[in-house]
C-alpha cells in the first residue's frame, strides 16, 4: 500500500511555518467550512444525553432511514433503509465494500488520476489496479473505448469518483451509459465514491445506479465529511444491495462494531439542513473556483479547465517547462503556496498540479499574486 502525497506536502508546509514562514495551504481537501450550529448543537446535546452506548452494527435505524430519504431528495434514488450502513467515514465505507468485493489477482479498474486509495486498498487486497484514463484531450472525461479495451476476465470491480478528485469531473451522463453497459456486458460491480455529489455547479447529479441494470451491481460510498464540512466526525455509509450490506455488517462487526451514537444522531440533523448550509457553501466554492481558475490561467505556463464540480483545480504545468514535482517545491519553498504534484493520483498527473479551494477568497488572492510574482523564474514553452 502506499500513503498520500497531499500528506507529505503538508508536513514538510508545517515545518516551514514552524521557520515563521507564511504558508498558504491548498495541499489538502479538508474545507475551511465547519458544520452548521444546529449539528454542533445536536451532536453536544447527544453526548450530554448520554447517548454514547455502543449501538447497531448497521447503522441507528433513524439515520439510515434519513439517509434514504435524503438521497430520493438529492439524488432521485429509491432506496430503503435496509440498503444503508454506516460507518466512520466515507473511506471506510469505500474499504470495506472493496474487502467485500475484491479477491488476490482480481483487477480493479480506477481513474488516473484519482483518488490514491483506489489502487493503493486494491493492492493492499492482493488485486491489481487497471488505471483507465482521464486526458485533457478528451475534457478529463473517461473514454468508455479505453475502459473496455482494459475489460479482462480478471476484472471484477470499477471504481470511479463524480465529480472527481483530483480533476472536478462531473462524468457525463453518456460515458455513465457507456459505463454502465461494459458493466452489465462483463459483469463488473461498480463502487461509485459520491463524496463530493452535493458540490456540483451546474444541473442536478446523477449517479449511476439510476442506469438500467445498475442499482443491483452499484455500491454508492459517500459521506458527511465535505458535504456537511464534517471531516474530523468520521461519518460515511455505504448503500448496497442487501446481500452485501450483510456483509459489509459482519466486516464492521468484526472491526469495530459500531460508529459513535452521537455523531450519528448530529448526522440525522445535517441531513435536515435547516439552515441551508449546503447551498451556501457550493455558492461560496462556485465563487473561489472561478475567481482561482481565472487568476490560474493569466499566470504563464498554467493551463486550468473550469472544473464541474468538488473543490479541486487541476491545471497542467507542462508550459512552465519545470516537472511539476519541481515547481511545487519551487511554489512551497519560495511563494509559500502549498499544492500536490499531480503524479500523486497517478501516472496520467504528471504535467499536473493540484490545488484546493479550501481557503477564502483573499487568501486564494494572494496567493495568485504569489505565483504570478514568482512566474519570471519559469521560461514558458
Ligand atoms: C474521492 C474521495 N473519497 C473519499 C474521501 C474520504 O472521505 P472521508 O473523509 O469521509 O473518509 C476523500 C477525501 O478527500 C475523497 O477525495
Not at 484514463?133 to 479495451?149: A, F, G, M, T, V
Not at 483545480?313 to 511554489?331: H, P, S, Y
Not at 499544492?339 to 484546493?356: K, L, T, Y
Request: net charge negative; aromatic share 8%.
Amino acid at each position: 500500500m502506499s500513503g498520500e502525497g497531499a500528506l507529505a506536502v503538508f508536513a514538510r508546509a508545517r515545518d516551514l511555518e514552524r521557520q515563521g514562514r507564511s504558508i498558504i495551504h491548498l495541499e489538502l481537501g479538508e474545507p475551511d467550512f465547519h458544520p452548521a450550529a444546529p449539528v454542533v448543537e445536536a451532536g453536544c446535546g447527544a453526548i450530554r444525553a448520554g447517548r454514547d452506548r455502543y449501538v447497531t452494527s448497521r447503522g441507528l435505524p433513524a439515520l439510515r432511514e434519513a439517509i434514504a430519504e435524503y438521497l430520493g431528495r438529492t439524488r432521485r434514488l429509491r432506496i430503503s433503509a435496509d440498503q444503508v450502513l454506516i460507518t466512520p467515514g466515507c473511506k471506510p465505507a469505500l474499504s470495506l465494500a472493496m474487502m467485500a468485493l475484491i479477491e488476490p489477482g482480481d483487477e480493479v479498474l480506477v481513474p488516473d488520476p484519482g483518488f490514491p486509495t483506489y489502487a493503493s486498498m486494491t493492492r493492499g487486497l492482493g488485486a491489481v489496479p487497471v488505471p483507465f484514463r482521464l486526458l485533457e484531450r478528451n475534457r478529463l472525461q473517461p473514454d468508455p473505448d479505453e475502459i473496455e479495451s482494459l475489460v479482462t476476465r480478471r476484472s471484477r470491480v470499477l471504481l470511479f469518483n463524480s465529480p472527481g478528485n483530483p480533476t472536478g469531473t462531473v462524468y457525463d451522463s453518456a460515458a455513465l451509459q457507456r459505463i454502465a453497459g461494459i458493466a452489465v456486458e462483463h459483469d463488473l460491480t461498480l463502487i461509485s465514491d459520491e463524496i463530493y455529489a452535493r458540490i456540483v455547479f451546474s444541473g442536478a447529479y446523477d449517479s449511476i445506479s439510476l442506469m438500467p441494470g445498475m442499482a443491483g451491481r452499484t455500491v454508492i460510498v459517500d459521506g458527511f465529511s465535505k458535504s456537511f464540512a464534517m471531516t474530523g466526525w468520521r461519518l460515511g455509509f455505504a448503500v448496497a444491495p442487501p446481500a452485501l450490506i450483510d456483509a459489509l455488517d459482519l466486516l464492521v462487526i468484526n472491526m469495530f462494531t459500531s460508529v459513535a451514537e452521537f455523531t450519528q444522531l448530529a448526522a440525522i440533523e445535517a441531513l435536515r439542513d435547516r439552515t441551508h448550509a449546503v447551498d451556501a457553501m457550493v455558492e461560496e466554492y462556485r465563487r473561489r473556483r472561478d475567481l482561482f481558475v481565472g487568476g490560474l490561467n493569466r499566470i504563464p505556463g498554467f493551463r486550468c479547465a473550469l472544473p464541474e464540480g468538488a473543490f479541486y483545480a487541476w491545471v497542467n504545468v507542462g508550459d512552465t517547462g519545470l516537472r511539476a514535482d519541481e515547481l511545487c517545491r519551487l511554489l512551497l519553498e519560495e511563494a509559500g503556496v502549498a499544492a500536490i504534484p499531480g503524479a500523486a493520483f497517478g501516472a496520467s498527473g504528471e504535467d499536473f498540479v493540484r490545488f484546493s479551494l479550501v481557503s477564502a477568497s483573499p487568501l486564494l488572492e494572494e496567493a495568485l499574486a504569489r505565483m504570478q510574482a514568482l512566474a519570471s523564474r519559469w521560461h514558458t514553452r
